[in-house]
């Protein structure tokens, strides 16, 4: 079994530096591919109300014959949710569908500024964490300015950032606000999947060099950077494969090289102007 080495988080938690992502993982087989990863070595496992896969989480939660607290579970409030009351109430309703006392990580999935909520949101995320329904709170496709909104007006700053992030899309100055205030970056999409991204000539070259495959490089890549990418797959030899990235590292020059591949954001989900309910 592999094991993933942990970060701390500005609350104090500790944060593996590699988890699952689960979207799509739904039914029986989606419970399976979760309880596999689990024993290949994954500890954080990321879900969302808006991936409809709640129930199967906490079912692998239970399922893995780990005690609860060796497991962290995420999960994202959505756009509906938005609100102090609402959110609220979605968190119990996630803590009901997963069958869980208590979540380890709660994100705001969406800013959706449109409609203005994500303050009291937020709010409403310090009150759980204050009555132990969340053990940390955090965020997801958060610009810099929202996150400075979040501090300038409640003094808390988020303990995660989850954002769209792989080698065509950096966000070197988010991640540099992110250090600045000790927000762990998170990274969502880390292989930049549906993308010609493995063919890359630099992947390849670096991963006959060092003895591994391109996936890998790019998500050490993601680890050398600071952030926790979330790659995800049902498949159980290509979930070892993922999380087999602490036994080597890439050079300075390597991570430059790979960073060099930047061309922009790729699914037009800019937070200023896309919103999901």
Not at 143 to 160: F, H, K, N
Not at 232 to 249: L, T
């Given at each position: 079994m592999l094991t993933i080495p942990t970060v701390t988080?500005?609350?104090?938690?500790?944060?593996?530096?590699?988890?699952?992502?689960?979207?799509?993982l739904r039914g029986d087989a989606g419970i399976s591919s979760i309880v596999a990863a689990v024993e290949s070595g994954y500890r954080l496992l990321d879900t969302a109300v808006n991936y409809e896969n709640e129930r199967e989480v906490g079912e692998?939660?239970?399922?893995?014959?780990?005690?609860?607290?060796?497991?962290?579970?995420?999960?994202?409030?959505?756009?509906?949710?938005?609100?102090?009351?609402?959110a609220i109430q979605s968190t119990s309703g996630s803590l009901e569908v997963m069958g869980l006392d208590y979540v380890d990580l709660s994100l705001i999935h969406w800013p959706n500024p449109s409609v203005d909520k994500y303050v009291d949101t937020w709010r409403a995320m310090i009150d759980?964490?204050?009555?132990?329904q969340v053990r940390s709170i955090g965020v997801s496709n958060f610009?810099?300015?929202?996150?400075?909104?979040?501090?300038?007006?409640?003094?808390?700053?988020?303990?995660?950032n989850q954002v769209e992030l792989?080698?065509?899309?950096?966000?070197?100055?988010?991640?540099?606000?992110?250090a600045e205030h000790g927000i762990r970056t998170e990274s969502w999409s880390p292989l930049a999947r549906r993308t010609e991204l493995l063919?890359?000539?630099?992947?390849?070259?670096?991963?006959?060099?060092?003895?591994?495959?391109?996936?890998?490089v790019v998500l050490r890549w993601h680890v050398e950077l600071g952030?926790?990418?979330?790659?995800?797959?049902?498949?159980?030899?290509?979930?070892?494969?993922?999380?087999?990235?602490?036994?080597?590292?890439l050079t300075a020059d390597e991570v430059e090289a790979i960073s060099g591949l930047e061309r922009g954001r790729l699914w037009d989900g800019h937070p200023d102007t896309h919103e999901e309910m």
């Open positions: 988080l500005n609350d104090g938690k500790a944060f593996p530096e590699l988890g699952l992502g689960t979207y799509g692998a939660v239970r399922r893995s014959g780990l005690d609860r607290g060796e497991l962290l579970v995420t999960t994202k409030i959505p756009g509906r949710h938005h609100g102090y009351d609402d759980l964490r204050g009555s132990g610009t810099e300015a929202m996150l400075t909104r979040l501090i300038d007006e409640t003094g808390v700053a988020p303990a995660v792989h080698p065509y899309f950096p966000q070197g100055a988010l991640r540099a606000f992110h063919q890359e000539q630099v992947l390849q070259e670096i991963a006959e060099i060092q003895g591994i495959t391109p996936t890998q952030s926790t990418p979330i790659p995800k797959s049902a498949d159980p030899e290509r979930q070892r494969e993922n999380a087999d990235v602490f036994g080597f590292e």
